[in-house]
Nanobody, 125 residues
């Protein structure tokens, strides 16, 4: 089992920044890719960003490319999502997820094995 806990959500004005963190615990020694997804009421969970176990490969949704940055610190078992130039359409519950694969990453929500409880991000106009 891998337990994931997100933090850092909140209310911010358009154009502002937030930094989300995801702390992982359990299954020490396992290697896993990490992803961030977001979801608004009535919509499916949407891919935001992913990063490989090594941190050498990342991928972003077109809607956040150039504004969001995903990174990880395996020594601390944390993954962060730095969100800049936030827009009202970025408002959602943000989830981090772990995919037990030592190589690469996936954009497919169904490939992820573990999920955090989510953190609310609200961007006011």
């Amino acid at each position: 089992q891998v337990q994931l806990v997100e933090s850092g959500g909140g209310l911010v004005q358009a154009g502002g920044s937030l930094r989300l963190s995801c702390a992982a615990s359990g299954r020490t020694g396992s290697r896993y890719a990490m992803g961030w997804f977001r979801q608004t009421p009535g919509k499916e969970r949407e891919f935001v960003a992913a990063i490989s176990w090594s941190g050498g490969s990342t991928h972003y949704a077109d809607s956040v490319k150039g504004r969001f940055t995903i990174s990880r610190d395996n020594a601390k078992s944390t993954v962060t999502l730095q969100m800049n130039s936030l827009k009202p359409e970025d408002t959602a519950v943000y989830y981090c997820a772990a995919d037990l694969t030592p190589y690469g990453y996936t954009l497919n929500v169904y490939d992820y094995d573990y999920w955090g409880q989510g953190t609310q991000v609200t961007v006011s106009s």
